[in-house]
């Protein structure tokens, strides 16, 4: 999906805030595949799962009486975030950092047994940027014959000593924000206010943040419920495809003569390809539709948690086949039509917005009546001019 994100320039606020949604998302987005096969993991393999079985899923207890480990609690506990905190390094101080990043991260996951998604995605970045601080200061400054010593030694101390710091100091700092922010979802859910959430998510897609929120933000949210409770519905805040659904097929039957061509492959491309951005560019051209994406957002929302919906694992791309493999067992059906009416209430409003294409037809019987104007016009005048000559007016089709 990133490869629809425009680069971001510029020194404003909203640039800013792109830019770090942007690397936040960075160091999700290529381990995507990894959430994935755990998701598909979990949802298969654990006691709820499509097949159940319990070595793999990590429920039940061995001939010994001691509990399986299964492999769906390593992966979360320590793939993930050790993949994350690589990834982050290495967008900071490329290999050396990739490495250090990889380090530092065990410092936060051996001292809880919280997933530590938040802690890679502080930790990663800042070990590889202590780094190369150090690297930067002994640049040309190692005797020859000495430098893999240096860069060996100084990975493994500084490495080493960021991974401590983490253990005691950032672990239960961490610790407790995940806590927190899984109380206040949730609160949120609870209450039956988690559809509120589309006022801020809808029109934060629009301006492309739309990967910061869901990877850098829902999905390590999403992974810790899901693994707590085998499915999680904050997989689907974001990546629902029924409001962007809802408004390319408006855009099919009520919008601008011009567009209307554009609208059938935009609508495979997002609801089959999962490329939500393909619809961006259809409501800055329309702004006002931002009410109908957050109509049919909310509408969704409410939807899957009125049911207790969820994912077992990120849906990236968020199309309707992405839904279909990680749906947790017997959500799939209901899923679906939560989906199609997010996308019957935001065609809905959009439609309304748009007037039912009344307007775009008025412009273009104005646009007609203008073209034929001009015609006569112009035909009338080369009438006039063959006349002033005593010559026949040649037809108009001329």
Do not use: C
């Not at 949730?186 to 934060?204: D, H, Q, T, W, Y």
Request: glycine share 14%.
């Amino acid at each position: 999906m990133s490869e629809f994100t425009p680069t971001v320039t510029g020194t404003g606020v909203r640039a800013r805030v792109q830019r770090f949604g942007g690397f936040l998302s960075g160091m999700i987005m290529p381990n995507i595949g990894a959430f994935i096969a755990w998701g598909l993991i979990t949802a298969l393999f654990i006691e709820t799962g499509w097949t159940p079985v319990a070595q793999l899923g990590g429920f039940g207890t061995d001939s010994s009486g001691e509990p399986y480990g299964g492999i769906v609690g390593p992966m979360i506990n320590y793939l993930l975030p050790i993949l994350i905190a690589y990834t982050g390094g290495r967008m900071i101080h490329g290999q050396r950092g990739a490495v250090i990043g990889a380090v530092a991260v065990l410092g936060v996951i051996a001292a809880t047994d919280v997933p530590q998604f938040l802690g890679a995605m502080i930790l990663g970045p800042l070990a590889a940027w202590i780094l190369k601080q150090f690297d930067k200061l002994v640049d040309g400054r190692i005797k020859s014959g000495f430098e893999m010593l240096v860069n060996n030694f100084s990975l493994g101390i500084i490495g080493a000593a960021v991974a401590v710091a983490a253990f005691f100091g950032l672990a239960p700092i961490t610790t407790w924000l995940t806590d927190r922010f899984g109380e206040a979802v949730e609160f949120l859910v609870n209450l039956g206010l988690l559809p509120l959430a589309s006022i801020i998510i809808e029109p934060a897609k629009v301006l492309f943040l739309n990967n910061a929120i869901n990877q850098g933000f829902l999905t390590p949210l999403g992974v810790i419920q899901s693994s707590d409770n085998g499915k999680s519905i904050l997989f689907m805040l974001e990546s629902n495809p029924g409001p962007g659904l809802g408004i390319l097929l408006a855009f099919l039957f009520f919008g601008p003569r011009a567009i209307r061509p554009s609208a059938p492959a935009a609508i495979i491309v997002h609801f089959f390809g999962g490329i939500h951005e393909i619809y961006f560019p259809y409501i800055l051209m329309k702004p006002i539709l931002l009410i109908a994406a957050v109509a049919g957002g909310a509408t969704g929302i409410a939807w899957f948690s009125f049911f207790g919906l969820g994912l077992v694992g990120p849906a990236s791309p968020g199309s309707i086949i992405a839904y279909f493999g990680v749906a947790a067992r017997g959500d799939f059906p209901l899923i679906l039509v939560g989906i199609l009416l997010s996308a019957a209430v935001s065609f809905a409003v959009s439609s309304v917005l748009m007037g039912f294409g009344r307007k775009e037809a008025r412009e273009a019987a104005a646009e007609d009546d203008s073209a034929q104007a001009l015609a006569d016009a112009q035909a009338a005048t080369a009438a006039n001019k063959a006349t002033s000559k005593g010559t026949a007016a040649p037809s108009a089709s001329n």
